[in-house]
């Protein structure tokens, strides 16, 4: 089945839109505004909401505007809706188990304690949506720090996890193309595919 909906997760409001738990809203964001698509505010399914349509395929954005802990309720009531089956589901998420830079696409799955999976899986009843997990690490791989996981996503992430969380939402966006039109393998390795750094233009001269 193709993908019809696609959602990223986040906590709307200015206090929370530069923190790492809004990594699913810079992907969808970025993808709207690629394709010069603005999210309207659709009190009915308690979302900014938007078609996009391509080449190789269309879809709903969606961005929920509940709190995180409740985005279920707009991802079913859209799907229910525009009678979209679970599986032609892609849902954007912070994943603290990939490092800033990771980037993975899967199907199915627990939450691992996201609670905007854990309520998405409940309102949908089944958890076989597909998801694009973009790492923002974890607070025990950083050096001596003791900071508990809901304090950790609830701040920006530093200048160099930005940067490396930045581009992996650039592989992200990139990869939709193939998403759309339902080469999931293809996209995957796409995402998956760090660019190889450049050598510089002019290297310097040997001694």
Do not use: C
């Not at 709307?12 to 970025?30: I, M, S």
């Not at 032609?88 to 899967?106: R, S, T």
């Not at 790492?135 to 530093?158: K, N, T």
């Not at 200048?159 to 992200?172: V, W």
């Amino acid at each position: 089945m193709s993908i019809k909906l696609i959602v990223g997760l986040g906590n709307p409001g200015k206090k929370y839109e530069g923190t790492r738990h809004n990594a699913g809203f810079w992907l969808v964001e970025r993808l709207a505004a690629q394709h010069r698509l603005t999210l309207r505010k659709e009190p009915k399914f308690h979302a900014l909401l938007g078609k996009l349509d391509t080449g190789a395929g269309a879809a709903w954005l969606l961005l929920p505007q509940t709190w995180m802990n409740e985005s279920g309720s707009a991802v079913g009531a859209i799907a229910q809706f525009h009678k979209i089956a679970t599986g032609e589901i892609l849902v954007v998420h912070d994943e603290l188990d990939l490092p800033p830079g990771g980037a993975k696409i899967k199907q199915g799955g627990g939450h691992a304690g996201h609670n905007g999976l854990r309520d998405i899986i409940e309102k949908l009843g089944a958890p076989d949506f597909w998801r694009l997990r973009i790492g923002i690490g974890h607070p025990r791989d950083i050096a001596a720090s003791e900071q508990e996981v809901a304090d950790f996503v609830l701040h920006a992430p530093r200048k160099e996890e930005h940067a490396l969380i930045d581009a992996a939402i650039s592989r992200g966006v990139d990869a939709f193309e193939l998403i759309l039109a339902d080469k999931m393998a293809a996209a995957m390795h796409r995402l998956h595919t760090k660019p190889k750094p450049q050598a510089p233009e002019n290297p310097p001269a040997s001694a």
